[in-house]
């Protein structure tokens, strides 16, 4: 009985402003029946899950809305932010410029196995392994440390 007297204007209230304790406070019910109601009720689910939706997208849009007002202000953060998150010239990123020229010439063995101990370290490194960890593998002298000079 209390669920149909109220599932409506929950839900509406829910498309306003949605956020699930705003609502249930604006109804006079608690959070623990929505929730109740929501396990036990597919449809009453559905309908909440869309009403969450369409609320999310009012606040959207009015923070759109908030923020092309404060972009016709002249207003830099948000023309930054806009430009940042609208247009991909702006898009924050990372650039790698390299030169790689390939070797022809063999490696020393001292260099090989620099290059051993350093394609170890990496992969230690990747999984997951902590510094600590490897330093403690380093001190039990299991294997050269090149960058140890003793």
């Not at 609502?23 to 009720?41: F, L, P, T």
């Not at 830099?76 to 650039?95: D, G, M, T, V, Y």
């Amino acid at each position: 009985m209390k669920k149909k007297k109220f599932k409506n204007t929950f839900l509406e209230q829910l498309r306003k402003i949605p956020i699930i304790q705003v609502a249930c406070e604006k109804v006079g019910i608690s959070r623990n029946s929505i929730y109740r109601w929501r396990n036990d009720d597919e449809e009453f689910k559905k309908e909440m899950d869309q009403a969450l939706a369409d609320g999310e997208a009012l606040v959207n849009d009015m923070g759109e809305s908030q923020l092309l007002s404060l972009i016709q202000e002249k207003n830099w953060h948000a023309i930054s932010f806009w430009l940042r998150h609208r247009n991909p010239k702006f898009r924050e990123r990372i650039e790698v410029n390299a030169n790689i020229n390939q070797i022809k010439e063999k490696m020393t063995p001292e260099q090989e196995s620099l290059f051993r101990e350093a394609v170890r370290r990496a992969a230690l490194s990747d999984s997951g392994v902590s510094s600590q960890d490897k330093n403690e593998h380093d001190s039990t002298g299991s294997g050269p440390d090149p960058t140890n000079s003793q």
